[in-house]
């Protein structure tokens, strides 16, 4: 039996489970299994991988994107670009185990964001690992964007005190990447000003439990359109289970 997985902490909001089983039963897959692993620490990821050898691809989460990378013997370029891993092959070498890292991240973003190109700046809320997936996406489809946290780490960001009516309205695409308003704390969302948004604007948020979060409802009353992260879920998952069965000419 193939065992599949996601590493993360905690990991009680996740769907993968079920739409991995849902795809195996639909296309008759009998030798392969999903878990759920729900290590407290990145450390763990080598004992895990010891107690389950049959494990051959493990799909990354919040908060290891980025502290699994040096745990890893390869990164595919494009995860090395982002700086952010989801997706790790796990092969068998006559050196031991290979782990190789890529990030599918990017295509359930480029997916999701399909049809909104034409948007000419946003703001990315978080600065996360996905965040790198969501800014690296948006290089590529030639949109400004500005990254906006509690913490700004660079001079270009800006915190969420800084956001005026003004900022909002030039930035008609916004991203929400941090954990705000994911089960079961659904009454939380980020602090920004939801009156300056309009029927120009698109509000794109990477949670998908619930399907509509308080982010995107505020938004919406707003006359915003909005998306939940449901697609991306779908997109990404499908590219992990390509690059898992060795089918990587159709990966990016």
């Known amino acids: 039996m193939r065992v599949f997985g996601l590493i993360g902490y905690p990991l009680s909001h996740s769907f993968s489970p079920g739409y991995f089983a849902q795809k195996f039963s639909k296309e008759g897959i009998n030798d392969a299994s999903y878990r759920l692993f729900p290590i407290e620490t990145i450390d763990k990821l080598n004992e895990l991988l010891a107690s389950e050898p049959n494990i051959i691809g493990l799909n990354v989460t919040i908060p ?70 969501v800014a690296y996406t948006l290089i590529q489809l030639g949109i400004n964007y ?7 780490k660079e001079p270009t960001q800006l915190s969420y005190d800084q956001l005026s009516e003004k900022i909002i309205q030039k930035n008609t695409l916004i991203i929400n990447t941090t954990p705000l308003g994911m089960s079961p704390n659904i009454n939380d969302c980020p602090p920004i000003p939801y009156q300056a948004m309009g029927p120009n604007h698109f509000i794109f948020d990477l949670i998908y439990n619930p399907e509509e979060t308080l982010f995107m409802k505020k938004a919406h009353q707003n006359g915003a359109q909005t998306l939940n992260g449901k697609l991306m879920l779908f997109s990404q998952a499908e590219a992990s289970w390509q690059l898992w069965n060795k089918t990587e000419n159709n990966y990016l």
């Open 64 to 133: 290891y994107k980025q502290q699994v990378i040096p745990l890893l013997n390869e990164l595919d370029e494009t995860a090395l670009d982002i700086g952010a891993v989801n997706t790790i092959l796990v092969s068998k070498t006559s050196n031991g185990i290979n782990l190789k890292g890529y990030n599918t991240d990017v295509i359930g973003v480029r997916e999701s964001l399909r049809g909104q190109e034409h948007h000419k700046n946003a703001l990315i809320l978080g600065n996360g690992g996905a965040t790198k997936a």
């Open 146 to 152: 500005t990254i906006v946290s509690r913490m700004p």
